[in-house]
C-alpha cells in the first residue's frame, strides 16, 4: 500500500456570523449561559449560500492556496447531511465548477462524522494505486433544518465547509482507522425531509464521551501508541464538555485536545476540515506529527484516524 | 491484494404492480406503444413501502437464502437517490434492524450508478484486507418523485431493492472497474429536494449510449479482453433502446446484454442488483465467468465493472 499525506485544506464560512446575543434576547439568557454550557460565541448562518456553492469557493481556496491544478484530482468526496438535491450531488457541482475531465465523484450521507468515512475511502484509493489525488468535502447548511426556537439545536449548529486535499507521498506514513457505527441507537439524532433535526442532548453527551474516548482507545491500543507520541487529537467540534470529557477519559493533557468551536459553533461533516484548516494557518502541524481525527454523530456513525502529516 | 467474489444477491419489489394499461389510458396511448419505445410492460410501485424497509427485506432475504450470519458483515454500504431521511441513513437502518454488533454503515447518493460506486469501495476494503465481507444494497422509491403526467419520467421508473454480499476468495478472482463522472453534464438528469424528477431523454440516450459504451471499451482495452471472453453484459436497466444501442457499439451478440427491463422498469441504483439476483435465480452465472456490470446516470455518473463470478 503507497503512503498517503494531507497536502492541504481550506474552507468557506458564510458572510453572516450570529453571535450569542441573539439567542440571549431570544431566549431571555444571561450573558454567559450559552458559553458556559457549550464553548460556543458565535456561529456562522447561509443567508444565500447553498451546500454546493460553499463547497465549492472551499474547494477553489484549496487549489489556489496550494496551486494545485485541478485536473490532476482523480475522486471527489463530499460528506453532507445538508444537500439540497437528490441529484446531481455535491461532489459533481465541484467537478462542474472545476470543469475537470476526468474524475469520479461521491456524496456520502453519514451523519455528523460522513467526513471520517470520505477520508478512509480517498485514503484507501490513493493506498490501493488506484488514484493519485483525491478530495474530500464536508459540508453543511444546518441553519436551514434549525427549529429556531429549539434551544438544544439552534445554539449549537453552524454553517460551513472545509475541503482537504490528499495524494500519494513517496515518505512512509502512518495511517489507521477505527470506523464503526451504532444504527442501534440512531434515534438521539436524527433529520426526515422537510423536518428539523432532533437531538438527545444527554444521550448524544453520554454516546460522544464514553463510545467516542473507547474507540479512540482501541485505536490507540491496535497501533501501540500512546498519549506521549500523539501531538493533537482533532475531535469533531461538538460541544466543549464532549471534547473535555474525551480529554478525560483518555488521560490526555486538555491543550492536546484542538478545540475551536468558540467562533464556529457544530458544523456537522465540516467541523474537522474546518479545524484541520485553522490548524494549518497557525502552524502547528508539522512533518512527521501523529495526529488523530475523530468523527461522531448521527447514524450514530463514528470513527478515529490516526495519521502522519 | 485480496481476491473478492459476489457470495449472493436478494431483492425485494413492493406488492402493488403498475402495468402500461393504467398509462394507456391516462395518456390515450396505443396498447404497444410503451413496449415499443422503451422494452417496459409493467413497474412496481410502492405504496406504503419506504426505502429502509425494502432495503432491510432484501437484505433479510439475501442472508436467510445464503444462511449467511448477519453477525460476519463488516460493512453496509447503501446507494440511493430517494432517502427519506437526511439522517440515520439506509445502512443504519439494515445495520438496526439485524442488529449488527460492530460494522460501518455508509450512505451514498451519487445518481442512478451509485451502486457501482458502492460495489467498488466494499471491493476495496476487502481486496485490502481491511474487512472480508460487505453489502450493496442500491434501493429506490421514484414513485414518490414522479409526476405522473410527465410521460417522460412516469411510465419508465419503478421502485425496488437489491442486495448483494461481497465476500474475501481464497481463489484469484479478476477484478477491474472504470469509474467516471461528468459534473458538466449534470443538468440532463435532476432531482431537487421536494421537486420531481427530471430528464432529457434524448441527450440521456447519447450519454447512455456513447459515453457508456466509450467506457466499457476501454475497461476492456485495459484489461486486454474481447466480446468472445465475457458471458454477460449486466447494464443498468434504463431502456431496452440504450442497451441495444450499447450492444451494437460494442459489436457484442445482443443475447449477451441481459435485459430484465420488461417486468420491473428503471429503479435507478436497484437496477443492477436486481438484475444479478434474476440471473442468479435463472442459473445463468457460474464459477470462472467473466462478466460487465454497467451503471449510468444522474450526476452524470457512470462505471464499469470487470468481474469473475
Same mark, same amino acid.
Given at each position: 500500500?503507497?503512503?498517503?499525506?494531507?497536502? #492541504?485544506?481550506?474552507?468557506?464560512?458564510?458572510?453572516?456570523?450570529?453571535?450569542?446575543?441573539?439567542?440571549?434576547?431570544?431566549?431571555?439568557?444571561?450573558?454567559?449561559?450559552?458559553?458556559?454550557?457549550?464553548?460556543?460565541?458565535?456561529?456562522?448562518?447561509a443567508?444565500?449560500?447553498?451546500?454546493?456553492?460553499?463547497a465549492?469557493?472551499?474547494?477553489?481556496?484549496?487549489?489556489?492556496?496550494?496551486?494545485?491544478?485541478?485536473?490532476?484530482?482523480?475522486?471527489?468526496?463530499? +460528506?453532507?447531511?445538508?444537500?439540497?438535491?437528490?441529484?446531481?450531488?455535491?461532489?459533481?457541482?465541484?467537478?462542474?465548477?472545476?470543469?475537470?475531465?476526468?474524475?469520479?465523484?461521491?456524496?456520502?450521507?453519514?451523519?455528523?462524522?460522513?467526513?471520517?468515512?470520505?477520508?478512509?475511502?480517498?485514503?484507501?484509493?490513493?493506498?490501493?494505486?488506484?488514484?493519485?489525488?483525491?478530495?474530500?468535502?464536508?459540508?453543511?447548511?444546518?441553519?436551514k433544518?434549525?427549529?429556531?426556537?429549539?434551544?438544544?439545536?439552534?445554539?449549537?449548529?453552524?454553517?460551513?465547509?472545509?475541503?482537504?486535499?490528499?495524494?500519494?507521498?513517496?515518505?512512509?506514513?502512518?495511517?489507521?482507522?477505527?470506523?464503526?457505527?451504532? #444504527?442501534?441507537?440512531?434515534?438521539?439524532?436524527?433529520?426526515?425531509?422537510?423536518?428539523?433535526?432532533?437531538?438527545?442532548?444527554?444521550?448524544?453527551?453520554?454516546?460522544?464521551?464514553?463510545?467516542?474516548?473507547?474507540?479512540?482507545?482501541?485505536?490507540?491500543?491496535?497501533?501501540?501508541?500512546?498519549?506521549?507520541e500523539?501531538?493533537?487529537?482533532?475531535?469533531?467540534?461538538?460541544?466543549?464538555?464532549?471534547?473535555?470529557?474525551?480529554?478525560?477519559?483518555? #488521560?490526555?493533557?486538555?491543550?492536546?485536545i484542538?478545540?475551536?468551536?468558540e467562533?464556529?459553533?457544530?458544523?456537522f461533516?465540516?467541523?474537522?476540515?474546518i +479545524?484541520?484548516?485553522?490548524?494549518?494557518?497557525?502552524?502547528?502541524?508539522?512533518?512527521?506529527?501523529?495526529?488523530?481525527?475523530?468523527?461522531?454523530?448521527?447514524?450514530?456513525n463514528?470513527?478515529?484516524?490516526?495519521?502522519?502529516?
Open positions: 500500500m503507497n503512503s498517503v499525506k494531507i497536502i #492541504g485544506n481550506a474552507i468557506y464560512l458564510p458572510e453572516n456570523k450570529v453571535e450569542n446575543d441573539f439567542f440571549n434576547n431570544k431566549f431571555n439568557l444571561e450573558e454567559n449561559w450559552i458559553y458556559k454550557r457549550t464553548g460556543i460565541k458565535s456561529r456562522y448562518w443567508k444565500d449560500e447553498s451546500a454546493s456553492y460553499m465549492i469557493e472551499a474547494t477553489k481556496k484549496l487549489l489556489e492556496d496550494k496551486k494545485f491544478d485541478a485536473q490532476k484530482i482523480d475522486c471527489i468526496v463530499v +460528506a453532507s447531511t445538508t444537500n439540497e438535491k437528490m441529484m446531481p450531488g455535491i461532489s459533481f457541482e465541484i467537478q462542474k465548477a472545476l470543469n475537470i475531465k476526468k474524475c469520479f465523484c461521491i456524496d456520502i450521507s453519514s451523519g455528523c462524522s460522513g467526513y471520517i468515512n470520505g477520508l478512509d475511502i480517498v485514503r484507501l484509493y490513493i493506498a490501493s494505486g488506484k488514484i493519485q489525488y483525491g478530495l474530500v468535502v464536508g459540508v453543511e447548511v444546518l441553519s433544518y434549525l427549529d429556531i426556537n429549539d434551544i438544544n439545536t439552534s445554539i449549537l449548529l453552524g454553517d460551513g465547509a472545509g475541503a482537504t486535499l490528499l495524494g500519494k507521498c513517496e515518505e512512509s506514513k502512518i495511517y489507521c482507522s477505527n470506523i464503526e457505527s451504532i #444504527g442501534q441507537e440512531g434515534d438521539i439524532l436524527t433529520c426526515s425531509t422537510n423536518e428539523n433535526i432532533y437531538m438527545e442532548g444527554k444521550k448524544i453527551y453520554k454516546f460522544g464521551t464514553i463510545k467516542v474516548s473507547e474507540n479512540i482507545k482501541e485505536l490507540m491500543k491496535e497501533n501501540n501508541i500512546n498519549n506521549e500523539i501531538k493533537y487529537i482533532i475531535p469533531h467540534q461538538s460541544n466543549i464538555r464532549i471534547m473535555k470529557s474525551i480529554a478525560n477519559r483518555l #488521560g490526555i493533557e486538555k491543550q492536546k484542538y478545540v475551536n468551536i467562533e464556529k459553533g457544530n458544523t461533516n465540516a467541523s474537522i476540515p +479545524a484541520l484548516y485553522q490548524m494549518e494557518e497557525e502552524n502547528l502541524l508539522h512533518n512527521g506529527d501523529k495526529v488523530i481525527i475523530v468523527g461522531y454523530g448521527g447514524g450514530l463514528l470513527g478515529s484516524v490516526l495519521l502522519e502529516i
